[in-house]
């Protein structure tokens, strides 16, 4: 019941860092677009967030991706009065996204997403140790 505890909250957390990831993903596709209108916002960063439940079943807490939360940072600004989408005073507002952040956020993901499987992995291989001992 315990290899199943663990594989079953390994699995929670990669289904939670896979979404984290996904969440990722969009602030950097979303990195350089502007307001589709002068006067609007554009694409404001989302922040993964997550939550603690329990498996009533195995016992076991999982972590859940939760909703994803805006990020409060001002917008970067551009002096570009030419653009569509420049403002009385020329200038265009870009999204409060930092590619470089994202890209920290993002490996930061995948690592966490890594050492969850590895948990799998680990966990597959003592049920498998232990069905061999067992047959012997």
Same mark, same amino acid.
């Given at each position: 019941?315990?290899?199943? *505890?663990?594989?079953?909250?390994?699995? !929670?957390?990669? *289904?939670?860092? !896979?979404?984290?990831?996904?969440?990722?993903?969009?602030?950097?596709?979303?990195?350089? !677009?502007?307001?589709?209108?002068?006067?609007?916002?554009?694409?404001?960063? @989302?922040?993964?967030?997550? =939550?603690?439940?329990?498996?009533?079943?195995?016992?076991?807490?999982?972590?859940?991706?939760? @909703?994803?939360?805006?990020?409060?940072?001002?917008?970067?600004?551009?002096?570009?009065?030419?653009?569509?989408?420049?403002?009385?005073?020329?200038?265009?507002?870009?999204?409060?996204?930092?590619?470089?952040?994202?890209?920290?956020?993002? =490996?930061?993901?995948?690592? !966490?997403?890594?050492?969850?499987?590895?948990?799998?992995?680990?966990?597959? *291989?003592?049920?498998? @140790?232990?069905?061999?001992?067992? @047959?012997?």
């Amino acid at each position: 019941m315990d290899f199943l *505890r663990s594989i079953a909250i390994a699995a !929670s957390g990669l *289904r939670a860092q !896979s979404g984290r990831m996904r969440i990722i993903s969009e602030n950097i596709a979303n990195a350089d !677009s502007v307001a589709p209108n002068p006067g609007t916002d554009p694409y404001r960063r @989302k922040i993964a967030t997550f =939550r603690t439940e329990i498996d009533r079943t195995l016992e076991a807490p999982l972590v859940k991706i939760g @909703k994803p939360v805006n990020d409060a940072a001002e917008f970067r600004t551009k002096h570009e009065p030419g653009h569509p989408s420049a403002d009385a005073n020329g200038n265009v507002k870009y999204p409060n996204v930092n590619a470089l952040v994202e890209m920290a956020d993002l =490996r930061e993901a995948q690592r !966490s997403y890594e050492a969850n499987v590895n948990i799998i992995t680990a966990s597959r *291989r003592m049920i498998q @140790k232990t069905l061999d001992i067992l @047959k012997s």
